[in-house]
T-cell receptor, first 109, second 114 residues
């Protein structure tokens, strides 16, 4: 099975940087996903890491360390529209996803 | 291209009633999934289908059934609804062709069982 932990809530100021950590224990690993979910909406894909290191996509970056069972999502130059829940999900060998409970990020002016 | 559609958007249901949540995708994805999302628990997999004609149980399958008669449709049925099945239900699909196999989600169905 999978055990995925991420903080429940984070608050940051517009224009700042926020880092959302995710730790996992897994019986099989085929990559780690980050999704964004605005209130009342569906999760949308942000990033995928399967090799160690940093993947950068504009203002968002995601990092993975497989040996430590650790990932983070870095949100730079925060905007009000970034207020959302961010879901960490681990893909097992059969491609099924196990999700963390999500981190609610609130961006304040 | 619509992607994934779900129906109904929301529903209030009396306990003991039968209910089918519909899910259709137009991306010709091989795999489809049903999740429920509850506050503080995140998304939990109910059932999945790796390809048309096959289904499998996820983490929380009890009280639910699915079928996959064709590539596009993956309905979820609650045979006799109970209040603990009050939740937001998301359908998702993925190509299942190896690599990242990113899942794409439908807009969700908010179900209340009274």
């Amino acid at each position: 099975g999978q055990n995925i932990d991420q903080p429940t809530e984070m608050t940051a100021t517009e224009g700042a940087i926020v880092q959302i950590n995710c730790t996992y224990q897994t019986s099989g690993f085929n990559g780690l996903f980050w999704y964004q979910q605005h209130a009342g909406e569906a999760p949308t894909f942000l990033s995928y890491n399967v090799l160690d290191g940093l993947e950068e996509k504009g203002r968002f970056s995601s990092f993975l360390s497989r040996s430590k069972g650790y990932s983070y999502l870095l949100l730079k130059e925060l905007q009000m529209k970034d207020s959302a829940s961010y879901l960490c999900a681990v893909s097992s060998n059969d491609y099924k996803l196990s999700f963390g409970a999500g981190t609610t990020v609130t961006v304040r002016a | 291209i619509a992607g994934i559609t779900q129906a109904p958007t929301s529903q209030i249901l009396a306990a003991g009633r039968r209910m089918t949540l519909r899910c259709t995708q137009d991306m010709r994805h091989n795999a489809m999934y049903w999740y429920r999302q509850d506050l503080g628990l995140g998304l939990r997999l109910i059932h999945y289908s790796n390809t048309a004609g096959t289904t499998g149980k996820g983490e929380v399958p009890d009280g639910y059934s699915v079928s996959r008669a064709n590539t596009d449709d993956f309905p979820l049925t609650l045979a006799s609804a109970v209040p603990s099945q009050t939740s937001v239900y998301f359908c998702a699909s993925s190509d299942h062709a190896g690599g990242a196999d990113t899942q794409y989600f439908g807009p969700g169905t908010r179900l209340t069982v009274l």
